[in-house]
């Protein structure tokens, strides 16, 4: 079955900085890889998402990427502010498929002020 | 809307009795999901379902029970509860696994097991 495995398991920035989290999977039919956001104590919400007809999508401060011949995605995020300290989860699927989502382990990102 | 709710939102067990959470949408989603989520484990898939009336199994199903017998409703079920089943759980449902994908979460149900 399909494994994400995500790194770094945290990551520390000054605002301003820009931060990267990577994710790699193992299943070569994937192809939908959505990104949740996490707050603490609250539920995960989708921030971004890309498929595999496209290597690049952005939104404002966020970008994500995908190389699907080395089966990675990454999550960018740029002039980080405190408020994008979180736990992000990035997750692999196959779309039409049973929609299951296959989740990285997370990684704890901290925007120092 | 409330989108997707949880019940109950605390509980603690002690070893060896059961349970049962209550997931419920109101978004019309076909498609409903339990996680677990433990410490730098990520999100794991226990059941799912895609319809009303079905049941499929995730990677961690061992221990749990669900049911689906409303749309809008899907039960997960402790029948003996073990200390490993400490953990925060999530619902999710989306509409259904083409164009869209995104899963809409539940607020979690935090469960300790004594």
């Known amino acids: 079955g399909e494994n994400v495995e995500q790194h770094p398991s945290t990551l520390s920035v000054q605002e301003g900085d820009s931060a990267v989290i990577k994710c790699t999977y193992s299943?070569?039919?994937?192809?939908?890889f959505p990104w949740y956001k996490q707050e603490l104590g609250k539920r995960p919400q989708l921030i971004i998402d890309?498929?595999?007809?496209?290597g690049e999508k952005k939104d404002q401060r966020i970008a994500v990427t995908l190389n699907k011949t080395a089966k990675h995605f990454s999550l960018h995020i740029t002039e980080t502010q405190p408020e994008d300290s979180a736990v992000y989860f990035c997750?692999?699927?196959?779309?039409?498929?049973?929609?299951?989502?296959?989740f990285g382990q997370g990684t704890t990102l901290q925007v120092k002020p | 809307n409330a989108g997707v709710t949880q019940t109950p939102k605390f509980r603690v067990l002690k070893t060896g009795q059961s349970m049962t959470l209550l997931c419920a949408q109101d978004?019309?989603?076909?498609?409903m999901y339990w996680y677990r989520q433990d410490p730098g484990m990520g999100l794991r898939l226990i059941h799912y379902?895609?319809?009303?009336?079905?049941?499929a199994k995730g990677e961690v199903p061992d221990g749990y029970n669900v049911s689906r017998l409303k749309k809008q409703n899907f039960l997960l079920g402790l029948e003996s509860a073990a200390p490993s089943q400490t953990s925060v759980y999530f619902c999710?449902?989306?509409?259904?696994?083409?164009?869209?994908?995104?899963?809409?979460f539940g607020p979690g149900t935090r469960l300790t097991v004594l």
């Open positions: 299943d070569s039919a994937s192809n939908y």
């Open positions: 999710a449902s989306s509409y259904n696994p083409g164009p869209q994908n995104e899963q809409f």
């Open positions: 997750a692999a699927s196959i779309v039409g498929n049973t929609g299951k989502l296959i």
């Open positions: 978004m019309n989603h076909e498609y």
């Open positions: 890309i498929r595999s007809n496209v």
């Open positions: 379902s895609v319809g009303e009336g079905t049941t």
